[in-house]
């Protein structure tokens, strides 16, 4: 392995440590109370360092929330791979795509809601934005997909494939804001699985013929 080589490996490993630190530490304290300090000292390392790959907290806020979009972009692409199931079949794996990504980690799924309803966006870097455009991007036209193929065939109402997707993306996103708030007040009532079911369920109803 040469020099340059095991540099980027030291670089990643780094970077990645620093990102398990901020998970913990967004966990703990949420995101307002959390500092780069805060990550420093559970990273073990010096606030200056953070700042060598991280341009603030915003951007380490955001940085987790690419790991989410990205592995729903691996699941959606193997949703669409088969172009021959039928509609019912594609939404079954759509359904189970999007229970899995909320298992994947709940955390920063719930972080990457109140991420694009923030303020936070506006500080990032444009490199990171970028990324996160072309990732959220990717999702949506991923699911317009999947809609696209059942109105294509005649299981669903006519109407524009993005359309229902973001109408899609915004009832996901809606459930889990609003249930994990809830749950907040009231540990006692968690019915955030079930809810996103009958959610998904009215949903695919409301579009069907």
């Not at 193997?78 to 909320?102: F, Q, R, S, T």
């Amino acid at each position: 392995m040469g020099i340059q080589e095991r540099k980027e490996r030291e670089k990643e490993r780094r970077r990645q440590q620093i990102i398990v630190a901020a998970k913990k530490v967004f966990s703990d304290k949420g995101f307002n109370k959390a500092t780069m300090e805060d990550i420093a000292t559970e990273a073990e390392l010096s606030p200056g360092t953070l700042y060598l790959y991280f341009k603030n907290k915003e951007e380490l806020y955001a940085s987790l929330s690419l790991r989410i979009l990205q592995y729903l972009n691996l699941r959606l692409a193997h949703v669409n791979k088969d172009a021959d199931l039928p509609p019912d079949k594609k939404i079954d794996g759509l359904l189970e795509a999007m229970h899995d990504v909320y298992d994947f980690d709940p955390m920063i799924i719930i972080n990457m809601f109140h991420l694009q309803s923030s303020e936070t966006l506006r500080n990032l870097s444009p490199e990171v934005m970028d990324e996160i455009k072309e990732l959220a991007g990717s999702s949506i036209a991923a699911i317009a997909k999947i809609f696209a193929c059942g109105i294509k065939q005649g299981a669903y109402i006519d109407q524009h494939p993005t359309a229902l997707a973001d109408i899609f993306w915004s009832l996901f996103s809606g459930v889990i804001l609003w249930e994990t708030s809830k749950n907040v007040i009231d540990k006692k009532k968690d019915y955030l699985k079930k809810t996103m079911d009958l959610a998904f369920k009215i949903f695919i109803n409301g579009i069907s013929k």
